[in-house]
């Protein structure tokens, strides 16, 4: 359960004075040690370690989503080795914001270590959720709700959270205290002067920070490409305003869930040209009820209604607000457009609005729904043709400002591609911040501050752990190859039962092949392939026939220079002998 008073031993209760002091002085020998453990070298799976005094806070825990070729991977979390060996020094958990890539590996983390998770409320109410997923009250974590401009001090760390602007409400970034300076983290932020909900990025406090001194500047790098400022949230609404009020039919909006911003204004929008609100999807439902109870989503009640109520409506009269924005294939937008939806089904008259950005691995499942939902004869805009989404991320000015603001003496560009935390290091450089002080590290490194400066110093185990249903870390390289080989070049099991008393085959060989040949010719290759085990057979030596795995391996690596050879394919090969 969400706690804010009273706060556990050493943090401040929220409606404490806030505490703008430095932490207490430790020793002068002391250094800072930042250690990212995911979101460097890749958009997503965000997650730092800073370590000072022999205790360690962590900021973000985030998943990163897998592309085609993990077949069968739901998620991808950070490799927890190096804080499994250190978890009697830690001491708590900070989040950013409540985006997947910066909470949803969470209920993981969680798994392993039982420290305090300290984030805002919508952050922390977003988590709650997912936790009571699987977790009982009695077995929630301590959740501890931070307020912008309060400094929270655990061990040698003084975390003070500041306000910043993103695609998601209630962000923050961290000024992190300890005897070594202090270090900001930026967290992901745009520079958004308009915001929605008029709370504003904490500029104020950002040049104040700067005038006290900082030692080292972490920063969203993800649009470090995109040149000029970013555009504001207010924007989309001018383009959704035009596209709900000439939509003929219904109206479908794709969005992310979590986008709370951009739920409250096509909601204001539709309810402005006389629609009804029906949102759909689990996570969208979650996160439009979390977001109502913490006063950041502002709909009337009796605008909304259930989605198998939207049939009793005229077309023109709803909006619809859903999940599949990525086109996930289990998706409400996709069940929709190929017309598995238990209520709606995509058809002439409707209007599908795409209002997201395109995660890089994702482009051909959303050209494949655009597609179906064209088939089905539906309008639909998305971001390549229509001004209906714009990105929560620093452009390169937005950047710009930060260090200026700031005016840090070290430079550690995060959050994003190698790419990305290049263009990001380039732009450091432009505004005068000497290429020894920027640090272009990767996952794993130790970057460490003391009073000589900030160096690498060393590496810590750092990847990626795969989940696969509920197996966690348990799928490795050699599982995924034999999915892949199993997706291209199919498999063929053979069945061979032999005498105890002679060794001779008495049954079989029986070959069964899947995903090899057509159908059509299922039988002829399966014949070719009994006369090549009869060969195998035949042509193996005495004390290769009387050890089973010996003569497994055998006919195994015979049937695969077979298939090579023959074919020009690799299928996987299972040989079972039996003994009777």
Known sequence: MTETDPAPTGLPSPDTTPSLSSPETFSSGSSLKIIPLGGLGEVGMNMTVYETEGRIIVVDCGVLFPEDDLLGIDLIIPDFSYLMENRDRILGLFLTHGHEDHIGAVPYFLREFDVPVLGTPLTLGLLES?????????????????????????????????????????????????????????????????PIDDLHIDIHRFCTLGEEGIVALLSDSTNSEKEGLSLSEKLVGENLDRFIRDAPGRVIVSTFSSNIHRLQQVADVAIRHGRSIAFNGRSME???????????????????????????????????????????????????AVSDHKHISIGPGDTVLLSSRVIPGNERAIDRIINLLLRKGAMVHFRAISDIHVSGHASAEDQKLMIRMLRPRHFVPIHGEFRHLSAHARTAR???????????????????????????????AAGRTLIDGKNVGEIGEGVIRDRKRLASDGMVTVILGLSRQNGEIVVGPEVFSRGVAPQERSAELDGLVRAQVQLAFDAAEPEIRSEIPALKTRIHNHLRKFFKKQFHRDPMILPVILES
């Open 430 to 460: 432009k505004m005068g911040i000497p290429p020894e002080r920027i640090h272009q590290i990767e996952n794993g490194d130790v970057l460490e501050i003391d009073r000589e400066g900030a160096h690498v110093s060393g590496r810590v």
């Open 130 to 194: 997912k936790l009571r997923q699987t977790r009982k009250p009695e077995e929630m974590p301590k959740l501890i709700t931070l307020t912008p401009r309060q400094e929270y001090l655990m061990g040698p760390f003084g975390v003070e959270p500041i306000r910043i602007t993103h695609s998601i409400a209630d962000g923050v970034a961290f000024a992190i205290r300890t005897s070594s300076g202090t270090v900001l983290h930026t967290g992901d932020f745009k520079i958004d002067l308009t």
């Open 286 to 336: 979650t996160n439009y009820r979390v977001a109502s109870e913490l006063g950041h989503l502002h709909i009337p009640a009796d605008k909304v209604i259930k989605i198998d109520a939207v049939s009793s409506l005229p077309p023109e009269k709803v909006a619809i607000l859903t999940t599949g924005s990525q086109g996930e294939p289990m998706s409400g937008l996709f069940r929709m």
